[in-house]
T-cell receptor
Framework: DTAVSQTPKYLVTQMGNDKSIKCEQN?????MYWYKQDSKKFLKIMFS???????INETVPNRFSPKSPDKAHLNLHINSLELGDSAVYFC???????????FGPGTRLLVL | GDSVTQMEGPVTLSEEAFLTINCTYT??????LFWYVQYPGEGLQLLLK?????DKGSNKGFEATYRKETTSFHLEKGSVQVSDSAVYFC???????????FGPGTSLSVIP
């Protein structure tokens, strides 16, 4: 009965690889988000989708590409991984833009 | 640009001590203000919020009052417990379609 789930929970990979992180919410929400949390716990939004449409796109390298196949899913694909991509990535969802956000447990990405 | 500043941690308190975590913000207009909590190994959870000046948000014994004149939203709790050990994030949002801007987080450790 997990509200916002992410897979995988941990991801260890080599520089230059391509990887994807999946997010699913079973709350019936219209809006989903991706955040990056660095090693100092600083949290910054990357993308936001509302009804599968991109509404927030922060200054993020083109190597990061979100995809929302339906309102319940927002996946994050990362090409050519770099050391600096190591972080915890959080997915979140809300009923609509501006309403309370519910966060997933995070995906801990380590790039070697 | 808009920003949120929090007192630096880590903060270490004994059980039943009084807690204050300072938060100030810079933003035009009248943003909504939030406190989120992140327990070890988990995603963020909304702790409380306030949407207009002089509003007081409260939850689980925590309180924060929206002070427009001092652009502050300090978090307080009268008697902390070991289970309150977590990282606390102050945040603001200007409009529904705006991103949430998080402060750097304040780590709290409560010792028995």
């Amino acid at each position: 009965d997990t509200a916002v789930s992410q897979t995988p929970k941990y991801l260890v990979t080599q520089m230059g690889n391509d990887k994807s992180i999946k997010c699913e919410q079973n709350l019936g929400h219209d809006t989903m988000y991706w955040y990056k949390q660095d090693s100092k716990k600083f949290l910054k939004i990357m993308f936001s989708y509302n009804n599968k449409e991109l509404i927030i796109n922060e200054t993020v390298p083109n190597r990061f590409s979100p995809k929302s196949p339906d309102k319940a899913h927002l996946n994050l694909h990362i090409n050519s991984l770099e050391l600096g991509d190591s972080a915890v990535y959080f997915c979140a969802s809300s009923q609509e833009p501006g309403s309370t956000q519910y966060f997933g447990p995070g995906t801990r990405l380590l790039v070697l | 640009g808009d920003s949120v500043t929090q007192m630096e941690g880590p903060v270490t308190l004994s059980e039943e001590a009084f807690l204050t975590i300072n938060c100030t913000y810079t933003a035009t207009g009248y943003p909504s203000l939030f406190w989120y909590v992140q327990y070890p190994g988990e995603g963020l959870q909304l702790l409380l919020k306030a949407t207009k000046a002089d509003d007081k948000g409260s939850n689980k014994g925590f309180e924060a009052t929206y002070r427009k004149e001092t652009t502050s939203f300090h978090l307080e709790k009268g008697s902390v417990q070991v289970s309150d050990s977590a990282v606390y994030f102050c945040a603001l949002m200007k409009t529904s379609y705006d991103k949430v801007i998080f402060g750097p987080g304040t780590s709290l450790s409560v010792i028995p």
